[in-house]
């Protein structure tokens, strides 16, 4: 299996801020990363459904002497969707071809990626969700008919031309779903969303990575990482390699509980995953809005982030464990989230007619 990437985002320039980045876009701190990714289907840690789903396609595939169905997968940043379509290239025996929206801009640009293409390659495009309409409407026929139409002239003598394509497997990934438009998403045999991870699982990868960096790990330490990795595989490894350094210059070398704890205090990486910038935005909703419901963009002007930021990068983790609420109102602290930020919470959520069908006591917690 050869890997071909035409991905730019390893050269992204240094961030700023010095503390490590518990936020899940990929940064230049894990320009390491490709050493820690799973290599096959056993080493890839949980996603049992998303496995499940994988294994019956390629056994169908292989069994047909077919190429894959053309697959989607979404979900947030750093949860395994490029290790997974690595995987499957090297379960299938075939290339695959790494490159991201932003670096399609043009339709040339697609089209050179297309026709290098051979029978079974996958293509996997990142940020899929990102591409120019212009760029995605050449992927239609070849997604379709695996036909290339380009078109020879200019102006009223303008002809299209077809050129067959060989049978591939286009492996879009997004963290917008939604954002995608019908046509392309229809064009998808397989819909596939990734989820965030349970504490042990990322526990589990800790304790590998561990192993893969050579550093000594007890259980503890591990599911202290694991628990402040906000259910994200690619936040464990960066917290990793942080405490490692911490319990190299702090400690023995070894990473115990104690050590994972102190380390992460210091980098502002609370128990629960969250980061200065978590706990600023639920505290002003808290101090700000009396606990909400507030609407995104007076949460944005509040805390000086992007709308979209907020949305994309902050609002998932924070959903996900119950701090978070989204209603047609706006956005909520829930109970769990004045409880965590010390805060009495407010009589009102005791009331049932203020829960409006979601979770303000936090009770998923
Ligand atoms: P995405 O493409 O969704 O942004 P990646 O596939 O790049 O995420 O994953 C980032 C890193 O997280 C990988 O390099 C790998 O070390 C780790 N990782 C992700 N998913 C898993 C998994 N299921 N099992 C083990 N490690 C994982």
Redesign the pocket.
Known sequence: MAIISSRSDNNAPEPKRPKVTVQPE?QPEDRQ??T???KGLE?????KALKAVLGVAIKAAKSRQESLDHLLFY?P????????SLILAREMGVNIHLTTAPALERPRDIAGLLVKLQRGDILFI?EIHRLPRITEEILYPAMEDFRLDVTVGKGQTAKITSVPLPRFTLIG?TTRSGSLSAPLRDRFGLLQA?RFYEVDELAT?VRR?AGLLKVPIDDAGALEIGRRARGT??IA?RLLKRVRDYAQVEGDGVITEAIACQALELYEVDPRGLDWTDRRLLQILIEHYNGGPTGLEALAAATGEESQTIEEVYEPYLIQIGYLLRSARGRMASAAAYKHLGYEPPKRFEQASFLDGIDPLGLRN
């Open positions: 990929k990363e490709e820690l990714r799973p080493e890839y840690v949980g996603q979900g940043p750093g949860l395994g969707k490029t290790s997974i990142d990934a990734l990868i990575n595989p690619r490894n």
